[in-house]
């Protein structure tokens, strides 16, 4: 009887042990946690990202901007379309230059080449 007794004690010791397991498993989540997967989930961070690479193009480039559309940045490629083969020429020539402005203002970016495509701007 004393071991039928002992053994149901440590039976119930088991579960107790089990459910507090289960019980403190969930605790409540972080609010910064919760938030930073919202963000990643949405895309909140891509859109400011993409709009902080229209603004350093921006800069980078001065006044053609207006003839020129940032695109995708695709393992480390930022593929920019502009609006006639005669300003694709031209930045061709000022690639290296660009490349160094969008470096020098986007370091997180990962910016490490650049592509340009003929195609409609805005």
């Known amino acids: 009887m004393n071991q039928h007794l002992g053994q149901q004690f440590e039976d119930l010791d088991r579960r107790r042990g089990a459910q507090q397991r289960r019980f403190f498993a969930r605790q409540p ?3 910064d946690n919760v938030l930073a997967q919202v963000v990643q989930r949405r895309g909140y961070a891509q859109v400011r990202a ?3 690479r229209d603004e350093a193009w921006e800069q ?3 006044e053609v901007a207006s003839a020129t559309r940032v695109g995708a940045l695709k393992r480390g490629t930022l ?3 502009v609006a006639h083969s005669l300003l694709m020429q031209e930045l061709t020539f000022r690639k290296e230059e660009l490349l ?5 203002a986007l370091p997180d970016a ?3 080449q650049l592509r340009f495509r003929v195609g409609q701007v805005g």
């Not at 160094?100 to 020098?104: G, V």
């Open 110 to 112: 990962g910016i490490k």
């Open 29 to 31: 989540k972080r609010i």
């Open 100 to 104: 160094s402005k969008l470096q020098t």
């Open 79 to 81: 593929e920019v379309v």
């Open 60 to 62: 980078a480039v001065g």
């Open 50 to 52: 993409a709009g902080e």
